[in-house]
């Protein structure tokens, strides 16, 4: 398995201005094919004034409408109140389906409180990240091996 890490704090991206993602050079055009070209996705987020950030929505803003289409995409979200876990749930599942993102249903919820000094304190959620890799891995070799067989169907 290849992974590739893409932190969008360590990236000039432009707004979407409509143009085709492919049309995009430099950073913006690295970003959003690496994205068009992943087989799955691990999403982390922070959440802030209960909303994702804006670079996330600016990245899905530059993608096509079926960008996520058979990508198998999960989610590790930190915010500083329990409650903002209905951002994950009422504002990134929406748009991660409308893009036809194949969403592993359990994602990781990681409060202020389970950090100290920028390191995860709580052996609950290094479990669960651990799970979360393991679900999104099968998930992946899943869906591959089914468009595999799907495709074989055809014959030609």
């Not at 704090?9 to 950073?27: C, H, I, K, L, T």
């Not at 929505?57 to 109140?81: E, H, Q, W, Y």
């Not at 876990?85 to 969403?103: F, N, R, S, T």
């Amino acid at each position: 398995m290849e992974t590739n890490i893409i932190d969008l704090a360590d990236y000039q991206v432009q707004f979407s201005d409509g143009r085709n993602y492919m049309e995009y050079a430099g950073d913006t055009g690295y970003v959003t094919r690496s994205v068009m070209e992943a087989d799955s996705i691990v999403i982390g987020a922070p959440i802030f004034q209960a909303s994702i950030p804006g670079t996330l929505k600016n990245l899905f803003d530059l993608l096509p409408v079926d960008a996520l289409r058979d990508k198998v995409l999960s989610m590790l979200i930190t915010a500083g109140s329990s409650k903002h876990y209905l951002v994950a749930e009422h504002h990134l599942k929406p748009i991660l389906a409308y893009m036809k993102a194949q969403i592993v249903q359990t994602y990781v919820f990681i409060e202020e409180k389970d950090f100290h000094l920028k390191e995860i304190i709580n052996d609950d959620v290094i479990f669960r990240i651990e799970r979360l890799v393991e679900d999104t891995v099968l998930l992946t070799e899943v869906y591959s091996d089914l468009r595999e067989r799907k495709e074989a169907a055809y014959g030609f």
